[in-house]
């Protein structure tokens, strides 16, 4: 079982940037497509960007499209979420997730479909 620690978040305004990382612990993250998803209070954990095992393809939800870019760096075992142009609406506890099997479009945004997830970092964005 694979162990995911995520981190970088933090409290910045709004225009800001934050890089998120979210490493292995125990397994290597080359052999897992990966994801990102987040939940506002109140609200449902919603996807936000994937990437496949090579990082050949990547899927990012409208909402934060031309902001945020998802990348991994399988040698350090660690995928990111660099967010930029934050804005308020950003708010929430982000948490990276882990499939062990491929999928493709929208089979790729749903919570259930991954297999694995770390415990979250929190982003506030403030105006």
């Known amino acids: 079982q694979v162990q995911l620690v995520e981190s970088g978040g933090g409290s910045v305004q709004a225009g800001g940037s934050l890089r998120l990382s979210c490493a292995a612990s125990s397994h290597t993250l080359s052999s897992y497509l990966m994801g990102w998803f987040r939940q506002a209070p109140g609200k449902e954990r919603e996807f936000v960007a994937t990437?496949?095992?090579?990082?050949?393809?990547?899927y990012i939800t409208d909402s934060v499209k031309g902001r945020f870019t998802i990348s991994r760096d399988n040698a350090k075992n660690t995928v990111y979420l660099q967010m930029n142009t934050l804005k308020p609406d950003d708010t929430a506890v982000y948490y990276c997730?882990?499939?062990?099997?491929?999928?493709?479009?929208?089979?790729?945004?749903?919570?259930?479909?991954?297999?694995?997830w770390g415990q979250g970092t929190q982003v506030i964005v403030s105006s």
């Open positions: 990437i496949t095992r090579s990082g050949g393809t990547i």
């Open positions: 997730a882990a499939r062990t099997s491929s999928c493709s479009g929208s089979e790729c945004f749903r919570n259930a479909a991954y297999d694995y």
